[in-house]
């Protein structure tokens, strides 16, 4: 009988988990965009954010004119343009930092409506011939 009630117990909770957040499950993660792409985006006025380290900044620099967060997952969404229509392009150092997620999601959730992830990051920024800025820049 304890096994009957534990495992109708179990399932009643297993189910609940998850469905608990259905909003949540529809959404999908911000869409990833290549370096390239990043680029003719930013030729055509969209915006770089970077939600790199100060030490990931000093060692590769920044995407110019990029806006620079004070954290990745904690930032104030003031540092971010008032257009929630802009396009926005977060990135971090490289394919295997997952800041930018975190920073793009933020947005994202927040109503922000055209925001892309530079999975590559400055590392594949840099790599492929881009301009960077030192950092601080001076």
Wanted: negative net charge; glycine residues 6%.
């Amino acid at each position: 009988m304890r096994t009957i009630l534990f495992s109708l117990v179990l399932t009643f909770l297993l189910v609940g988990c998850k469905d608990a957040n259905p909003a949540a499950a529809s959404e999908a993660a911000p869409p990833e965009i290549s370096v390239e792409d990043a680029s003719k985006a930013l030729q055509s006025g969209a915006v770089a954010v970077d939600a790199n380290s100060a030490s990931t900044r000093e060692k590769h620099g920044t995407v110019p004119n990029a806006i620079i967060l004070t954290s990745s997952s904690k930032y104030e969404l003031s540092q971010l343009p008032e257009d929630k229509s802009k396009d926005l392009i977060f990135y971090c150092s490289s394919t295997y930092c997952t800041a930018s997620d975190s920073a793009a999601e933020r947005a994202s959730t927040n109503g922000y409506e055209n925001v892309h992830i530079m999975r590559e990051g400055i590392k594949g920024w840099k790599g492929a011939g881009k301009a960077t800025v030192d950092y601080p820049e001076s």
